[in-house]
C-alpha cells in the first residue's frame, strides 16, 4: 500500500509563503493525478490543486489562483505545494491525495499538515 506524508506546515504571517511537500512510499508509485486539498475549522474540505503526474498538468481551486502552485519531483516521489501571499482564510489543514486513473477517486491519503496564517 502506498503511504502519503506530508510536511512543512507552520505559522506564518499574512503575506508570507510556505512550500508543503507530501512523500510517497511504501510501494510501486503509479498516480494518475496527485492533488492537494485542505479544510479549515468549521468548514468542509476544500480543493486546491492538482497536477497529472505525467505530463504535469495542473489546476486550482479559484480561491488559490495566482498564489499557489503545485508541482512534482518523480523521481524522488514528492508532490510540492508552494504557497504565497498566504491570508488568514488559508489557516487549514492541508493533505495530499492521490488517485490511479482518470476515472477513479482519490483514495490514497496522507495524515495532513497544519498551515496556520496570522493576522
Do not use: H
Not at 504571517?13 to 479544510?39: E, N
Request: aromatic residues 10%; contains cysteine; positive net charge.
Amino acid at each position: 500500500q502506498v503511504q502519503l506524508v506530508e510536511s512543512g506546515g507552520g505559522l506564518v504571517q499574512a503575506g508570507g509563503s510556505l512550500r508543503l511537500s507530501c512523500a510517497a512510499s511504501g510501494g510501486t508509485f503509479r498516480p494518475y493525478v496527485m492533488g492537494w486539498f485542505r479544510q479549515g475549522p468549521g468548514k468542509e474540505r476544500e480543493f486546491v490543486a492538482q497536477c497529472n503526474w505525467s505530463g504535469g498538468s495542473t489546476s486550482y481551486g479559484d480561491s488559490v489562483k495566482g498564489r499557489f502552485t503545485i508541482s512534482r519531483d518523480a523521481a524522488k516521489k514528492t508532490v510540492y505545494l508552494q504557497m504565497n501571499n498566504l491570508q488568514p482564510d488559508d489557516t487549514a489543514v492541508y493533505y495530499c491525495a492521490a488517485r490511479k486513473t482518470a476515472g477513479s477517486p482519490f483514495g490514497s491519503w496522507g495524515p495532513g499538515t497544519q498551515v496556520t496564517v496570522s493576522s
